[in-house]
């Protein structure tokens, strides 16, 4: 079992930025995958970014090219997302998400989340 736990969210103007941190608590040592999306009131979970286990490859939603960035910390039991230049469109629920089964942009790829931190960023 895959416990994971999100911080780092807040309350941002528009043009700055945010690093959010997802702690990874496992029993194995097994390489998961590594995901982040965000969801809004009435709307589906948004793929936003994704890790492979190595750390080597990294995938992002169009939205988010160029202005985030997925990363892993050293010990390989967390990782970041930093994020730049925000907008009030990436208000969200930020979630963190770990699998087993490849680097995917749908959200029932991935067997472990996180409880989710808020993200705002006022105009």
């Known amino acids: 079992q895959v416990q994971l736990g999100e911080s780092g969210g807040g309350l941002v103007q528009a043009g700055g930025s945010l690093r959010l941190s997802c702690a990874v608590f496992?029993?194995?040592?097994?390489?998961?995958?590594m995901g982040w999306f965000r969801q809004t009131p009435g709307k589906e979970r948004e793929f936003v970014a994704a890790?492979?286990?190595?750390?080597?490859?990294?995938y992002y939603a169009d939205s988010a090219k160029g202005r985030f960035t997925i990363s892993r910390g050293n010990a390989k039991n967390t990782v970041y997302l930093q994020m730049s230049s925000l907008k009030p469109e990436d208000t969200a629920v930020y979630y963190c998400?770990?699998?087993?089964?490849?680097?995917?942009?749908?959200?029932?790829?991935?067997?472990?989340w996180g409880r989710g931190t808020q993200v705002t960023v006022s105009s």
């Open positions: 890790i492979s286990g190595s750390g080597i490859s990294t």
């Open positions: 496992r029993r194995t040592t097994s390489d998961y995958v």
């Open positions: 998400a770990a699998g087993t089964r490849g680097v995917a942009t749908q959200s029932g790829r991935y067997d472990y």
